[in-house]
């Protein structure tokens, strides 16, 4: 009677049909690269809210690389080259000529009173502050602080969602809703106003003395995010919750609703320690960072130990031929 040894291994499901070979031969020595191994495979699916993680990762890679060698430089010899003075001057400039813009949002969310604030500091620092130069407005007697606001916030402050998280060539990270808004209020003063808010000459230099002062405020918080374990998904943790808690101000919750500590993505300062992020950044958001974790494995128990072999010597008794 045949066996059903052949039977058994043709059955089997593999990658590679076996050749049929006679029933009493021994199945042969799986060789790597054969086709006898199990492959496991899979496509690793970008995280909630971040659909273009991938394109948005290398994106923050190339950026970085760039920032290494030739953003962090320039910043940091503006930062030594410019007295303070002149540096604070430029920052209290760029913020009192967007005023009218956060007025303007404050008037949308249905908030009179933090827009005619906004609006009157626009109109003390631009007059007593030397053209917005000097913050009048938040010293005494005035004591009107500075609140950033735009149309971005005016979406989320009406429940619209922050859409596809984006990391871009300039812009750094943003969303789709942000994005829009971002490109909005920088149109509103060129349009309304003109010249020479809407010329290159003062468009390009202003812009970018700008940014440069904002990478030496932000430098600390950039370092403890490039020494994350994962520094793309803690920058965008940072970024999404800063952008919640902001909205969530204008509500009157979450931790920002006394003022913000910062501005940009940085809304409030990263966690001291590289990875220990505030507890409400862990919570995050439906955005996929949440940490995957790790299978438990099993350890075996120890195997029993075997006692060693003991031999007892008997006397072998042989019958008489």
Request: proline share 14%.
């Amino acid at each position: 009677m045949p066996t059903d040894t052949a039977q058994s291994v043709q059955a089997a499901p593999a990658q590679v049909p076996a050749e049929p070979r006679p029933a009493t031969a021994l199945p042969p020595v799986a060789q790597p690269g054969a086709g006898n191994e199990i492959v496991v495979s899979g496509e690793l699916k970008a995280p909630p809210g971040d659909p273009l993680a991938r394109a948005n990762a290398i994106s923050y890679e190339v950026l970085q690389n760039v920032d290494d060698k030739f953003v962090a430089p320039v910043a940091g010899a503006y930062e030594k080259n410019v007295p303070r003075p002149a540096r604070m001057a430029l920052r209290n400039f760029v913020r009192n000529v967007r005023e009218p813009v956060g007025a303007l949002a404050f008037l949308l969310q249905f908030k009179p009173g933090k827009a005619v604030e906004t609006m009157a500091r626009f109109g003390i620092n631009t007059t007593v502050g030397l053209a917005g130069t000097i913050d009048v407005a938040r010293s005494k007697p005035f004591k009107l602080p500075y609140r950033q606001n735009g149309l971005a916030n005016v979406l989320g402050y009406y429940g619209v969602g922050p859409g596809p998280y984006l990391f871009l060539p300039i812009v750094g990270p943003t969303t789709v809703r942000d994005l829009f808004g971002l490109v909005a209020d920088r149109l509103v003063v060129p349009l309304a106003v003109g010249s020479p808010f809407n010329q290159p000459y003062y468009a390009i230099p202003v812009n970018t003395l700008d940014a440069l002062d904002y990478r030496n405020t932000a430098d600390e918080d950039f370092k403890r995010l490039r020494n994350a374990d994962d520094p793309y998904s803690s920058y965008r943790r940072v970024y999404l919750q800063s952008r919640i808690d902001q909205i969530e101000a204008l509500h009157g919750r979450g931790p920002l609703v006394k003022g913000q500590v910062g501005y940009g993505p940085f809304a409030r300062p990263v966690g001291a320690a590289p990875d220990a992020l505030p507890a409400a950044e862990q919570q995050l958001l439906n955005a996929g960072s949440k940490p995957v974790p790790a299978p438990m494995v099993e350890t075996p128990p120890p195997a029993p130990a075997v006692p060693p072999p003991v031999f007892i010597s008997e006397p072998v008794v042989q019958p008489i031929p």
